[in-house]
C-alpha cells in the first residue's frame, strides 16, 4: 500500500513584541495605555481613532506588548477579502493506495482533498494572539464581517465545506486593537455599526506640548532647549490654520532628526534650519498654478514665526 501526500503548508508568521524602551511615556500616553490595558484584559477590542501623525499604531503596537502574548499585525486595505482574514482552500492533498492483497489482482484508489490554509486572523483566534488591525477602515465592511462573531460570541466561522472544521472556537486569549482615520475620505469605508458595537473606540488627537518635546527629543537626539523650538515652531503652524494638511508630531520630528544628524543648531543665523523648517512645513500646503499668491503669504508666515521663537535667550546664551 503507498500513500501520496502533499507537504503540509507551513503557518504564517507572526510578530513577537516586547515593551519598546524608545516608546515615550507621559503622564498624557500613560493615562491612554492604562484604559486601553483596562479594556483589553476584560475582554473588550479596543480602537483607537484620530487624525494622522497622533500616533495611533505606534500605541497600538506598544500596547499590544504589554499584554505579553504574540502579535497578529494586519493593515486595512481595499483589496483585502474575508479569506484575506480567515484563510482559505489552497491545493489539493493527493491519496493513493495500491492493493496487492491479491497476487492477480491490482487495485488502485486515488483521492483530493482541499487543503485549508489559515491567515492572520484564524491564527490569532485558535492560538490567542493579540490582533492589531490597523487602518481597518480601509477595508470594505463585507471582508470585515468575519469579524462579528469572533469578537461577540468568540466563535469564527470559516469558508469551508467541511462541517467538522467550519468554525474556530476563540482562544481565551485573543485580543484585538483596531485603528483609523476618520479625517480620511479616499479609499476609506464607515465602519458598520455591527462592528462600531462591538469596539471600545478611544478618540485620539495631537499630544499636548510636553508629550511632543519628549517624543521629538526622544527620536531625534537633538538638544531639549532646542526640541522645544522646534515643537513650537509646528505647533504654531497647526494652530494658524494656514494649511491644507496638519503639521503633526512627524514633522517635529523631521526637523529636529535632520539638524541633529547634521550639526545644525536651531538658530536664524543658520539657513540651513530656516531651509529644513521650510522643506518640511511647506510641504503642507498645496501646491498649485493658482495659488501662488497664498503660498507666498504662507511662507512669509513660516519665516516669521521661525523668527519669533529663535528670538530667544539660548542664542545670546550660546553666543
Given at each position: 500500500m503507498t500513500v501520496v501526500t502533499k507537504p503540509k503548508?507551513?503557518?504564517r508568521a507572526f510578530i513577537s513584541l516586547r515593551s519598546s524602551v524608545?516608546?515615550?511615556?507621559?503622564?498624557?500616553?500613560?493615562?491612554?495605555?492604562?484604559r486601553a490595558l483596562g479594556y483589553?484584559?476584560?475582554?473588550?477590542?479596543?480602537?483607537?481613532r484620530g487624525p494622522a501623525g497622533t500616533?495611533?499604531?505606534?500605541?497600538?503596537?506598544?500596547?499590544?506588548?504589554?499584554?505579553?502574548?504574540?502579535?497578529?499585525?494586519?493593515?486595512?486595505?481595499e483589496q483585502l477579502t474575508s479569506s484575506d482574514l480567515v484563510g482559505e482552500q489552497n491545493g489539493y492533498r493527493y491519496r493513493r493506495v495500491v492493493d496487492r492483497y491479491i497476487h492477480?489482482?491490482?487495485?488502485?484508489?486515488?483521492?483530493?482533498?482541499?487543503?485549508?490554509?489559515?491567515?492572520?486572523?484564524t491564527t490569532a483566534c485558535r492560538e490567542g494572539f493579540t490582533l492589531v488591525y490597523d487602518e481597518f477602515t480601509r477595508s470594505r465592511p463585507e471582508a470585515n464581517n468575519v469579524l462579528l462573531a469572533a469578537l461577540e460570541e468568540r466563535v469564527l466561522v470559516l469558508p469551508t465545506s467541511n462541517?467538522?472544521?467550519?468554525?474556530?472556537k476563540v482562544h481565551p486569549d485573543f485580543r484585538a486593537i483596531f485603528t483609523s482615520n476618520p479625517q480620511e475620505y479616499a479609499g476609506v469605508h464607515d465602519a458598520p455599526d455591527a462592528l462600531s458595537d462591538r469596539l471600545v473606540t478611544m478618540d485620539l488627537d495631537y499630544y499636548d506640548r510636553p508629550t511632543e518635546i519628549s517624543i521629538t527629543a526622544s527620536n531625534s537626539g537633538l538638544d531639549l532647549a532646542e526640541v522645544e523650538r522646534v515643537v513650537d515652531i509646528v505647533r504654531?503652524?497647526?494652530d494658524s490654520g494656514e494649511y491644507d494638511q496638519a503639521p503633526t508630531l512627524r514633522a517635529c520630528i523631521m526637523i529636529a532628526r535632520v539638524s541633529a544628524l547634521q550639526g545644525i543648531r536651531p538658530s536664524l543665523g543658520d539657513k540651513r534650519f530656516v531651509q529644513i523648517c521650510l522643506d518640511v512645513l511647506e510641504s503642507k500646503t498645496a501646491y498649485t498654478?493658482?495659488?501662488?499668491?497664498?503660498?507666498?503669504?504662507?511662507?512669509?508666515?513660516?519665516?516669521?514665526?521661525?523668527?519669533h521663537h529663535m528670538a530667544h535667550p539660548l542664542d545670546a546664551e550660546r553666543v
Open positions: 503548508a507551513q503557518p524608545d516608546f515615550v511615556v507621559t503622564s498624557t500616553t500613560s493615562e491612554i495605555i492604562d483589553l484584559r476584560a475582554g473588550f477590542p479596543v480602537h483607537f500616533g495611533k499604531t505606534t500605541l497600538a503596537l506598544h500596547i499590544a506588548a504589554q499584554l505579553d502574548r504574540p502579535v497578529m499585525l494586519m493593515v486595512g486595505d492477480s489482482v491490482v487495485k488502485y484508489e486515488e483521492d483530493a482533498v482541499q487543503n485549508w490554509v489559515d491567515n492572520r486572523l462541517g467538522a472544521n467550519a468554525y474556530v504654531e503652524f497647526r498654478s493658482k495659488n501662488r499668491d497664498r503660498r507666498t503669504a504662507q511662507r512669509k508666515m513660516l519665516v516669521q514665526m521661525i523668527d
